[in-house]
């Protein structure tokens, strides 16, 4: 596989593009795109899309045999359903693969560099830090995004088949806006992964610390969240009933939606069952005129979980942006 430094050689940049911060973005894009769809972390990768499609499938469509064929949202619930007996399906199952894949693929992703001594003779040639660092952001979201599409391909694939029912548009719509939740979620951990990257030269310490801290957000910080809210919004009416105050689920509520964890899981059941209706407090406004259990439509769903996906995508700029302030201000020496 050819390096950074021959691309650059082999593609001379024009002399009119010689002071934009983006020269020799589309050279590292394509160098570190090429090293993740050919390294042995992608063959993991292809292996772990092909198990989790295989068993999430045939786990939904054993619960699914109980089901008429006149549900309406019949293609969707191969993302919802489990057996009785194994309760874990699509949903759950891909909560823990994304994350561990943005992190495998974003832990070395600058430390690397400077263990293998490539980063000064990178940044010798004409590019900057700003295309270094954003085109191997690029090529590790772009891998993500190819993994999610096989997996979503392939359960769609085998649904068509062991079902013989084709989806409906607002099925495939449904599909395409969790797939792009999907895609921002492994963002968020691919961001923090190479921040971790920049901040530890060692690539062990690197991924420690962002295994650390996706085990804090998915274990942890559920316990911690309950008993914050328990004890900040605790009065002597709620104290002496022993149930919650409003104060008390809000609060739990707003330290909860801090997790990128949290954010995703909403997002996912909002899109995935459409009978949700809200995510959080349900007041008699929101359900007042409503059929019990009547499905929303997709631009209502969409509406529903926009600040859950405008949230996302804000962690991966944030996340992104801290990641570049501390890589300028590294030294590189040769």
Not at 23 to 35: P, Q, R, S
Not at 77 to 105: C, D, G, Q
Not at 193 to 212: E, I, N
Request: contains cysteine; aromatic residues 8%; glycine residues 6%.
């Amino acid at each position: 596989m050819p390096s950074t430094t021959a691309i650059l050689r082999s593609n001379p940049v024009p002399r009119d593009r010689e002071g934009s911060p983006w020269t020799g973005l589309a050279a590292v894009y394509a160098k570190e795109l090429a090293d993740h769809l050919t390294s042995v972390i992608m063959r993991v990768i292809e292996w772990l899309v092909v198990l989790v499609g295989l068993g999430a499938v045939y786990m939904a469509v054993q619960q699914l045999r109980t089901v008429t064929a006149e549900d309406r949202f019949l293609f969707l619930k191969l993302f919802t359903e489990s057996r009785e007996s194994l309760p874990i399906n699509f949903i759950s199952l891909i909560t823990i693969l994304i994350p561990l894949i943005a992190i495998a693929l974003g832990f070395d992703s600058i430390n690397g560099e400077f263990n293998r001594r490539t980063m000064s003779r990178v940044l010798a040639q004409p590019l900057y830090r700003d295309a270094l660092l954003l085109g191997k952001f690029l090529a590790g979201l772009t891998t993500i995004a190819i993994s999610l599409v096989s997996l979503f391909l392939l359960v769609f694939g085998l649904g068509l088949l062991m079902l013989g029912v084709p989806p409906s548009s607002e099925e495939v719509l449904r599909a395409i806006s969790f797939l792009v939740a999907a895609i921002a979620y492994g963002g968020v951990w691919l961001a923090a992964a190479m921040l971790f990257s920049v901040l530890f030269r060692s690539p062990a310490t690197a991924a420690m610390c962002a295994v650390g801290l996706w085990l804090l957000f998915t274990f942890l910080w559920p316990i911690l969240v309950n008993f914050l809210a328990a004890s900040i919004g605790a009065t002597p009416e709620s104290i002496a009933t022993g149930q919650p105050t409003i104060t008390q689920i809000e609060l739990q509520l707003s330290l909860s939606r801090l997790s990128p964890n949290t954010l995703f899981q909403e997002t996912m059941a909002a899109m995935l069952t459409p009978s949700n209706r809200a995510l959080g407090l349900v007041s008699l406004a929101d359900i007042m005129g409503s059929i019990p259990g009547a499905p929303l439509r997709f631009g209502q769903s969409l509406l529903l979980i926009w600040p859950q996906l405008t949230a996302l995508v804000a962690a991966v700029i944030v996340l992104f942006a801290i990641t570049y302030v501390s890589f300028q201000r590294q030294e590189i020496r040769a």
